[in-house]
């Protein structure tokens, strides 16, 4: 991801009025917060590598500070570790996320409903870059983008009933 914060995401302030999004735009934009969410972890972890590779652990036999067993190194390295089990878990939430979308965007019947949501919500993809790849102009795009949300919508979820029989991870608040 190029690290711009794309249009329409949750969180963006003046672009759309509350209440405008749909269900289907809900549950797809979650990859784009958790795929931010590890950029930002692997980020930390680059600082602590840093940290790491700065500090030199004591080798002297010489008693430590009352209640201080590790050294500072030692210190880092458990920080290390413990952010990497949270990237490795946050990955495979991303994984099983994707794959439940992937689900969800092969039910629209139109191909390119499909392929614009999979560039937007699979690839995350700037609506320019989306209308150069599907050679279309980018107003062209949203709309057909608008589109597939709504067929999703009332394929998926329109109704609660089926919403819960599905297999996706959908948060039943959006049922």
Known sequence: MNGKMPENVPGRIG???SGSRSSAQNFLEQSW???EEIDCKI???DVLNALAGKTTGTLSGMPHAPGHEGSKLEDIIVKIVDLQEEINADIDRLVDLKKE???MIAQVE?????LILELRYLCHEEWPTIAVKCNLS???TKRIHYLALKALDEKIFSDS???HGMSLFIPPDMC
């Open 15 to 17: 672009k759309e009025p």
């Open 33 to 35: 917060r958790l795929n």
């Open 43 to 45: 980020e930390q972890l």
């Open 101 to 103: 979308m992937m689900r």
């Open 110 to 114: 139109d191909k390119d409903q499909r």
């Open 138 to 140: 980018e107003r062209h």
């Open 161 to 163: 009933e089926s919403c």
